[in-house]
């Protein structure tokens, strides 16, 4: 009976690396190798140490976009405040020339053109009429949000809070279909790709051997058989973040040179708001379409500038989401590097010590961490589970299917309870298509 609770105390603990990984972490010389990492003595899940690791990355990387922009920027912003004030003493000596220093009324005046100006009303083109509408409800709800068209009354501030919940709601919907027909798509093509390929290699002089593996942790792809049929395989999400990433980079800068030729600006202006404008985070410094165009119909470049954010827009939110992947995956390696075993109430996470696969996982209830094996009493003294087990041939194979069927059972039990982020949205959408479930 000690020898069952101590081995399955290891086996729930191991189990928690995930579905893909039980195989490995089920088979006996993985439970008598078991050890405690640091996280698992710092009580943090798997989940939780990749939240504190992406923490810890973008408050680092924060600090670092900090420092850089201000070495961009701080001066520039600093010689071109002070020529703007010296103009603008100059024209207020100008317009003040003639009157009193009491009755000058020069900065109302520039408080009333910056107003006129932020608000759009001194641009030339309506805001409101029937195609400024269409542009201002498609920044609503896609939340670009250029700002050069921004509701004046108070009915309609209140009416567009409405109107963007429910518009972004289905918005985001929107680019999570967007996104599964997209990878759906690609992952299509790279099987047919595949399938072509093996079908060649089989047909070469020489009748080659074709090695397919499941589950190729390398590439993070699995592969069937070579009998044709392919249910199991999944595209590496390197491959599609590779596709992906290059259509967005071809659409960029397509994208950059139509701007930069119809409403002549340099090409790194229009690059500069072609991204700003595909990631919807719309500064509102540069904006399409707000002057009268000459070289190109007005009429077909409203209907190309729509097309191109909207394209923009949900293949930037496709990459978005395949990167994070490619990011989590990063993260996982991390925690696999950070996972060493630390001696007992200590919170040193560096110190060399042997891995173990589970270093994110919280050591299960009436885990023994001060022991460094499996061990059980044993006649004179103590013998560990690996000699007992060769010691005891016949029942070591049924001893590792109950095992096996154990935690099976409870992983089972605990994906019908856990609700996580990779489940849900589109990380889920990607987690089903590439068959990465942590």
Known sequence: ???TQTVMHKLQFARGIGQREMLRANTLPSITRAKVGC?????IYEENARFVLICII???YLAFGAILFHWLEWENEVDERIAIDNRMADYQKVYCKHKPLNECDFEEMVRFISDGATSGLLNSRSRFDHLG???FSATVISTIGFGTSTPRTHLGRFITIVYGVVGCTCCVLFFNLFLERLVTGMSYILRSLRERKIRYRLKESGNKPVTLLLNNEDFNESSSSCGGHMDNWRPSVYKVFFILFSMCLVLITASA?????VENWNYIDSLYFCFISFATIGFGDYVSNQQDVTRMSPDLYRFVNFCLLTLGACFFYCLSNVSSIVVRQLLNWMIKKMDVKVEDR????FKKKRRYMGLGL???KGYDMTSERSSVDYADGLLSLKEFLMNNQSSMIMLQKQLIKSAMKNVVENEEQKISATRVGPMGILDEAFGDEP
């Open 1 to 3: 009976m000690a020898i």
């Open 39 to 43: 996280f698992a003595r710092l009580r």
């Open 58 to 60: 973008l408050i680092v």
């Open 133 to 135: 509408s269409l542009f």
């Open 257 to 261: 040179g139509i701007y930069s030729v």
């Open 346 to 349: 200590s919170f040193l996470c």
């Open 362 to 364: 919280r050591p299960p």
